[in-house]
C-alpha cells in the first residue's frame, strides 16, 4: 500500500511540473521584452537597450534609399600611387549615379567600376583599408551630406607588396540612441581584390639589394669569426705570460742550462 501511494504521488509531482513548464513563455526577440532589457542588436553588432534599438532601427527605415560607385584599379605596379573613388547619391535624382551603364569618367586605365545600392544619411563616413598596400584619405572620412545627400571621397592607395592583396570598404551612417548618445551604423561592407606586381627593373634591383644584404651577412660572420680567433689569442698569450711568471726560479734556471748545453 505503502508503494501505491508513492508512485501515485510521483505521477501528482511529474504532472505539476510539466503543466509549469507549459506555463512558461520565453521572449524570442526583442519586442518581447521590456525597453530597458539588454539584447543584441543587429544595426550595430553590440548588445544595447531594446528601447536604444529600435531608435536606432526607426532611424535606418528613415533613409532614403541611394546608389554608390567604386572606383578601384584591379592591378597596380608596386611603388605606384592609384586613387580610389567613392560616390553616392540618391536614387531617382539628377545626381544619381548610373550603376548599369557604369559611369567611368573619373576611372583612370586599368580602373574598375563597381555599383551597389546603399541607404544615405546626413552623416556618412566611408573608410578604406588593405593589406600590402599604404592608404591615405584625401578628404574627410565622416561627410556631412546635407540636404543634397551627394557626396565624394578619395583616397590615395600606394602599392608597396607584390602578391594579391584585399581592399575593404565600409560605411557606415551617424545614429542617436534614445538616450541621444552617437552611434555608428554599418550600411555596406565589401572587399575588393586588388594585384601588385613588380617592375623589371625593380625586381633587378631587389635581386641586387638581396645579394648585396648576403654578402653583408657573410662579411659579418667573418669579421665575427677573426675577433673571436684574435680574443682566443689574446687569452692564450696572456695565460702564458702568467704561467711563465709564476714558474720557480730553478726551473727556470734548468731550462736556461740546457738551452745553453751545446750537447
Not at 638581396?210 to 667573418?222: I, K, M, N, P, Y
Request: glycine share 6%.
Amino acid at each position: 500500500m505503502l508503494h501505491k501511494t508513492l508512485l501515485l504521488s510521483l505521477c501528482v509531482l511529474l504532472f505539476a511540473c510539466e503543466q509549469a513548464d507549459d506555463s512558461v513563455t520565453i521572449p524570442n526577440n526583442t519586442s518581447e521584452a521590456g525597453p530597458d532589457a539588454i539584447a543584441h542588436c543587429d544595426p550595430v553588432s553590440a548588445s544595447i537597450s531594446v528601447r536604444d534599438c529600435d531608435a536606432i532601427k526607426q532611424q535606418i527605415a528613415n533613409l532614403v534609399g541611394g546608389d554608390a560607385e567604386l572606383i578601384a584599379p584591379d592591378e597596380m605596379y608596386r611603388g605606384d600611387t592609384r586613387k580610389v573613388l567613392l560616390d553616392i547619391s540618391p536614387t531617382d535624382t539628377s545626381d544619381t549615379i548610373d550603376i548599369e551603364d557604369g559611369d567611368t569618367s573619373d576611372a583612370s586605365p586599368g580602373d574598375q567600376v563597381a555599383g551597389f545600392a546603399v541607404k544615405i544619411g546626413r552623416i556618412m563616413e566611408a573608410r578604406l583599408s588593405g593589406s600590402g598596400v599604404r592608404i591615405v584619405p584625401t578628404v574627410p572620412e565622416q561627410q556631412d551630406l546635407g540636404a543634397s545627400r551627394v557626396a565624394r571621397w578619395e583616397w590615395d592607395v600606394t602599392a608597396e607588396e607584390q602578391g594579391t592583396h584585399q581592399l575593404y570598404i565600409t560605411v557606415q551612417v551617424k545614429a542617436l540612441t534614445a538616450d541621444g548618445e552617437i552611434t555608428r551604423v554599418d550600411l555596406f561592407n565589401d572587399d575588393k581584390e586588388i594585384a601588385i606586381r613588380v617592375k623589371t627593373a625593380d625586381r633587378v634591383s631587389d635581386a641586387v639589394a638581396l645579394v648585396g644584404r648576403q654578402f653583408q651577412t657573410l662579411e659579418g660572420a667573418l669579421v665575427s669569426l677573426a675577433a673571436l680567433l684574435l680574443a682566443v689569442a689574446s687569452v692564450a698569450a696572456a695565460a702564458r705570460k702568467v704561467f711563465r711568471r709564476d714558474k720557480p726560479k730553478a726551473a727556470l734556471g734548468a731550462e736556461d742550462e740546457q738551452a745553453s748545453d751545446p750537447s
